[in-house]
């Protein structure tokens, strides 16, 4: 469990105190800020990646992906505790852990984009221009484009990514943000 | 006759002040005058016109009737009175401009500055966005909030044609409860209704009349009922736990208004030694007029320290450097 520690400097007033005193038996609304907070944080963190190295690699333009994830972290309170939540599908759990992907249900392989015009793309959008080739050695299947011999997609049975701490804010930058949020939020309570 | 002062917004700015929302450092005009200056940004109602006289004349009047100083059919009579001074005419437009400036536009028409009822929508949408502004302030004091946390979205003006708004609520983002239109006080479809990126009779303003003489405004719902209908937050919380996250309104925090300072003839290397060490900034309808940072604002910016602290010790660590 995460411990916030928060410092206050506020002119004192009795409903002041009154109020941030009820504020901390009914934790709640703090919370509430809290993980509407980290949420922002969240949002803003994602949109400030500029981590497009595949798309920069391949020459290609980014797809947004970070901007489109960023719009799907949620936030939730309770009186124990605030907490962000992220789909399964953003893939963003890889901050915390490595993970395997395999192909779909009666798929063989999984399709890595090779080349600029198919980043962001599958293997679907370009039916009847690719063919299927293999090296001799049976290592490395790919597709190209038929009319230019391009490598279109690589072709992997998975692929295994590993963990990536920095796909989201580091626990210390949670940590700094909530106990900032804290104590404009105590200390609004204690002046107004 | 002088018109009677529009009676409604004097009653919700009146139980706005009584319960606290709106400070009472102001008397009920300079209220008005202050929503007045918050919606007068939204200079719709001049669309297609250049004559910068008859613009600033019509500004001073709607903002004398927001103030409560002169009714509607003043405030039409003036800007009838304006155009004729200034020679207007729907087939020549104003004689002091350039051919040309203004294409000439069917007698009567909406495009005809001097029509009834391009003068009356100019009027009549202005005062809607300021009765609805007011209902808005009037209704989000902390009492007002916990004993009717919801807004229903009714016709209060019937139409020829009226427009499908339970589409729009859909669009939205909402859901129909037993065929109501009905969302918490504070909740951001209430913005997503009146957003111009939505609908492009929206005059971006999250409290009725939303759009161009929709006929449409709100009718507060009680505690009970809106428990009974099931009315929740729009990420499903609680009635209570989205109330006590003080949902914002385009125009502020609800019942929060944000402290002024006034700045007038005040050394200026001292404004800038106050805006330094507070973080206010100047308000950009009034320059003399030091608004204090909102909490959002103070979110934001520690958010954008965080953020970079962060971007630093991830840079160090790429270097092999100690994080700072």
Known sequence: MNVVKVDLSAKLTGAGIQRAITALRDRRALHAEMAREAVALTQDYLLSRTNHATAERLGAKPTGFYSRISKTVRGDATADAARIRMPRTTGLGRAFHSVVIRPGPGKMFLTIPACARTYGKTAGDFAGQLAFVQKIDKRTPMLVFKDTGEVAFWLRRLVKQEQNRALLPSDRAYADHVSGVAEIYLSDLLES | ?324
């Open chain 2, 1 to 324: 006759m002088p018109d009677e002062l529009p009676d409604p917004i004097a009653a919700e700015l009146k139980l706005a002040v009584d319960r606290g929302v709106l400070p009472t450092s102001l008397d009920t005009a300079g209220i008005r005058a202050e929503i007045a200056a918050e919606l007068r940004v939204k200079s719709f109602f001049m669309a297609k016109c250049s004559h910068a006289h008859y613009l600033d004349w019509s500004k001073k009047i709607i903002d004398k009737m927001a103030a409560g100083e002169i009714g509607e059919g003043q405030a039409r009579t003036a800007m009838y009175e304006m155009l004729k001074i200034y020679g207007y005419t729907p087939e020549g437009g104003f004689p002091d401009q350039p051919p040309g400036t203004m294409e000439p536009v069917m007698r009567g028409s909406l495009q005809d500055l001097s029509s009834y009822r391009r003068v009356n929508l100019i009027v009549r949408t202005q005062f809607d966005l300021f009765h609805g502004r007011a209902q808005q302030l009037s209704g989000s004091s902390p009492e007002r909030l916990a004993g009717a946390p919801a807004w229903e979205l009714v016709r209060i003006e019937e139409r020829t044609v009226p427009r499908d708004w339970p589409s729009r609520w859909k669009i939205a983002g909402g859901s129909l409860v037993d065929g109501r239109m009905i969302a918490l006080k504070g909740d951001p479809i209430w913005g997503e209704l009146g957003s111009s990126g939505n609908f492009q009779d929206a005059l971006d303003v999250d409290h009725p009349p939303f759009a161009f003489e929709s006929g449409m405004g709100w009718k507060e719902i009680d505690l009970e009922e809106t428990q009974a209908k099931g009315i929740t937050g729009p990420e499903g919380e609680s009635i209570e736990e989205f109330l006590a996250s003080q949902p914002q309104t385009l125009l502020g925090p609800q019942a929060l208004p944000t402290p002024r300072i006034s700045m007038k003839d005040v050394d200026p290397d001292l404004v800038a030694a106050v805006e330094k060490a507070t973080g206010a900034t100047a308000d950009p309808e009034n320059p003399t007029t030091l608004v204090a940072p909102s909490k959002a604002s103070r979110y934001a910016a520690l958010r954008k320290r965080i953020l970079e602290e962060e971007d630093a010790r991830q840079a160090a660590a790429r270097n092999g450097g100690t994080p700072p």
